[in-house]
């Protein structure tokens, strides 16, 4: 079993949709319906005995083959149906260590044929998810943990669960995707967790795997992609988990690269979730927002059926990514370098698309964190309209602005600074704090700020005039200028094209 801090709160209007319903039955072939569409159930399997009926249940829990022991039997009749989520987890104050199955139709399950299966998804209690069809029945199995005691509960069923629409710009992403390293497999806006083939991957040059994932109220929980085979090097996974351990990154059983995040960050928000993986030297590395998080001694090379938004076994499905959704997944035939990375990340977070090409004689110098800092821009690239902006691998803490001209060039350092200036005369200077141009490393060394808009009077060699406005089909470079300890640095150069 995992602890998650996964969270469902009911709402008035689902509680009040039908009456509670007491759940005693305790053979599956004398289920009746004790729910229609929305509405509560009073669970009780106080006395009930364990049958035969679905209890290999390897189809759908992640950690084993065992069974529900004390196993009580509901129908629910789907109302409108869509996103369906039965959920424990409301039990306030009850010590019960529930588990819970879903299987499609009345007639009494063959072990592995459950559409959704859960043990612990938020402590003790669980909740499953899946898509329903409106006027349709399901069975719903509900006990508890082999070895634990029976209890009550109450079970809420909420209907059309859908969530929230992205808090970024998924075009944007999927336009950076393709502009970049090519991707062997995108897919975008899942409707929930699938399986579907992401080709025959052979990972002679790595592999990379790329997730916009939102974390519902207790942060993303379990499967983004895997499958469960059966024989040699047929398994492998890829997980995040919002947990209540340590920070660990690791290998768990059947081959599944597992990141337990503990901390409030990934609760209710979108993440970008990327796993660089090394078949050549056995590694795999975890970008979350772009930074990383170190690698493990693991590199999986994904291949064929895959389950998405979940591991996937071939007898059903089984560690199922709770509330969570995938806004946007993408598989690369090699390794993705950090600056493409981060590149992905702003184009989503930042809602347009990426902005200038690289002034190739530009060639930044690393900084006190070992490494050189790189400029993003995003935005429309109309002529007049402002710039976002972006920077990584700085010193977390230090201030900086930016700097653009006309006129790539000059490559020298500056007296007292430690990187290189590749902006030629005339430059202008991004540096009003009250308009957003100054900018400040977060803790993971990335930065936000803008540097646009054709008629802000902005300081050039210590004066204060106009900064010319751009017009259709000017050129800029633009460079970001940093403190860095006793010194300064800059990031490399883009030219932008305006329209």
Not at 89 to 104: E, R
Not at 327 to 333: C, H, K, L, S
């Amino acid at each position: 079993m995992y602890l998650s801090k996964v969270a469902f709160v009911a709402t008035a209007s689902i509680l009040c949709a039908t009456a509670r319903a007491q759940t005693t039955t305790d053979d599956c072939a004398a289920a009746t319906v004790d729910i229609t569409g929305p509405g509560t159930l009073q669970w009780d399997n106080s006395g009930a005995t364990t049958g035969t009926e679905g209890q290999t249940e390897q189809a759908c829990y992640a950690f084993g083959t065992t069974a529900i022991d004390n196993d009580v039997w509901a129908i629910y009749v789907a109302g409108t149906g869509g996103l369906t989520v039965i959920s424990a987890c409301n039990s306030a104050g009850t010590n019960a260590d529930t588990k819970i199955a879903a299987y499609a139709g009345t007639a009494c399950p063959a072990a592995g044929t459950a559409i959704a299966c859960n043990d612990d998804a938020c402590g003790l209690l669980s909740q499953i998810s899946f898509t329903a069809t409106a006027g349709q029945s399901y069975l719903i199995q509900l006990g508890n943990f082999p070895g634990a005691p029976p209890g009550t509960a109450l079970v809420d069923v909420q209907e059309n669960a859908g969530p929230p629409p992205p808090s970024g710009s998924v075009n944007a992403w999927l336009s950076a995707v393709a502009s970049g390293t090519p991707a062997s497999y995108v897919n975008s806006l899942l409707p929930g967790p699938m399986v579907d083939d992401i080709g025959l991957t052979n990972g002679a040059g790595g592999v990379t795997y790329e997730f916009i994932v939102h974390g519902d109220n207790g942060g993303i929980s379990s499967g983004l992609m895997g499958a469960r085979g059966t024989g040699v090097g047929s398994d492998g996974g890829l997980k995040f988990e919002q947990c209540c351990d340590t920070q660990a990154y690791g290998a768990t059983e059947w081959n599944i690269a597992d990141h337990s995040f503990n901390g409030n960050n990934t609760e209710g928000v979108d993440i970008q979730l990327v796993y660089v993986a090394n078949p050549t030297a056995g590694t795999t590395e975890l970008f979350v927002d772009g930074t990383s998080f170190g690698t493990i001694p693991y590199a999986p090379v994904l291949q064929g059926m895959q389950g998405i938004g979940q591991i996937h076994d071939p007898n059903g499905n089984f560690d199922v990514m709770a509330l969570g959704l995938v806004y946007g997944v993408a598989v690369y035939e090699a390794q993705l370098s950090a600056a493409e990375i981060i590149a992905h990340r702003d184009a989503y977070f930042m809602g347009g698309l990426g902005l200038g090409s690289p002034d190739t004689m530009c060639l930044p110098l690393p900084n006190s964190t070992g490494f050189a800092a790189a400029l993003s821009l995003f935005g429309t690239g109309n002529a007049g309209e402002v710039v976002n902006a972006s920077v990584s691998s700085g010193p977390a803490g230090e201030f900086g602005y930016h700097i653009s001209g006309p006129n790539p060039g000059l490559y020298f350092t500056p007296p007292g600074a430690a990187g290189i200036i590749c902006i030629g005369g005339p430059q202008f200077r991004y540096n009003n704090v009250g308009l957003g141009h100054v900018f400040q490393f977060d803790a993971s060394g990335v930065s936000m700020s803008v540097v646009g808009g054709g008629d802000q009077e902005l300081p050039t060699d210590g004066s204060f005039v106009p900064v010319p406005a751009v017009m259709s089909g000017d050129s800029r470079a633009f460079q970001a200028w940093y403190r860095d300890g006793p010194t300064s640095n800059f990031s490399d150069s883009l030219i932008v094209t305006f329209n």
